[in-house]
């Protein structure tokens, strides 16, 4: 019997819409998998650690892990219109010297805020304090910091906190780049071996497409996992991070992945990527 993958991803809809039919066997000739939930920080970890075999990771942590872990071309999360925000209790408000929440200075997010935040915040934002993503729109509201970067679900919930959008982050990149917004990775190790990456690879697009064909049969999958999210906005979540470039990253994709981390690079956020870094497998 074939040993089973270890794989984690998040319980947000967009992972479980994807992952659905291949974690649950209805991918003829796919990789058995082991399923373990985690929040894309914990991921980042496991994946700096070299812990599972396939992981769900914030794009910025390439850098750190392609040494030992190759970037599928599917499964991922990248799109236009769905950046991450920046939120204050007050509008037009001006962040330098301020304290700005974060949910982890290794993800997309930090990285698209910094980028943002070198542009136009002439002098700089002040403190950045981490915090776990459910507390941070609570703690803008609250006046505990002054600004918090808030990703996924929140864009569309972030009215109910009294809170104000200040900039996106998304519209920041995609103006200055043209191109979509990099946002969560698949990565798998590489000492899988070529075989059984094209067969993981192939076989999350069949599953992606499967969730298409038809998005009632994920349904419970996503509901019991989405943390008593309103079906509504698991459905406007999915809407939002599985396009196109989740069935194939392509060539925008791709220019997205090696433009955001070569512009990290040169702010000194990430390490710079090899010339090879990218390719698959």
């Known amino acids: 019997m074939t040993a089973e993958l270890q794989i984690a991803y998040s319980p947000c809809p967009n992972d479980t819409f994807v992952f659905d039919a291949l974690a649950h066997d209805r991918v003829p000739g796919a990789p058995a998998l082991d399923v ?19 992981l769900k990771v914030s794009y910025a942590v390439l850098p750190y892990v392609l040494d ?6 599917c499964g991922g999360a990248l799109g236009r219109g769905c950046g991450p925000l920046v939120l204050t209790r007050g ?9 700005v929440a974060v949910p982890s200075e ?45 990703i996924h679900e929140a864009r569309f919930t972030y009215r109910n906190y009294g809170l104000h959008k200040l900039a996106d982050m998304g519209e920041h990149w ?8 990099p946002l969560g990775a698949i990565i798998a190790k590489r000492s899988l071996g070529e075989q059984k990456l094209r067969l ?8 992606v497409r499967a969730a298409w064909d038809d998005p009632e049969a994920s349904r419970p999958y996503v509901m019991e996992h989405a943390q008593e999210m309103d079906p509504a906005v698991a459905d406007q979540h999915i809407g939002l991070y599985v396009n196109e470039f989740t069935a194939d990253l392509g060539e925008d994709g791709y220019a ?4 955001l981390l070569t512009r990290a690079a040169a702010e000194g956020l990430v ?11």
């Open 256 to 259: 997205a992945v090696r433009g």
């Open 36 to 54: 373990t939930f985690a929040d894309i920080d914990i991921t980042n970890g496991m994946a700096e650690r070299g812990e599972f075999d396939v």
């Open 200 to 207: 993981l690879a192939g076989s999350i697009r069949t599953s």
């Open 106 to 150: 290794k993800s997309t997010a930090y990285l698209l805020f910094r980028l943002w935040a070198a542009d136009t915040v002439a002098d700089g934002v002040g403190e950045i304090v981490v915090m776990p993503f459910h507390e941070i729109m609570p703690a803008v509201r609250d006046g505990k910091v002054d600004a918090g970067l808030v």
């Open 271 to 281: 390490p710079p990527l090899g010339p090879d870094a990218l390719r698959f497998p």
């Open 91 to 99: 509008a037009d408000v001006d962040l330098t010297g301020r304290t």
């Open 68 to 73: 030992d872990y190759a970037l599928l071309p």
């Open 174 to 181: 995609e103006n200055t780049t043209g191109l979509p917004i």
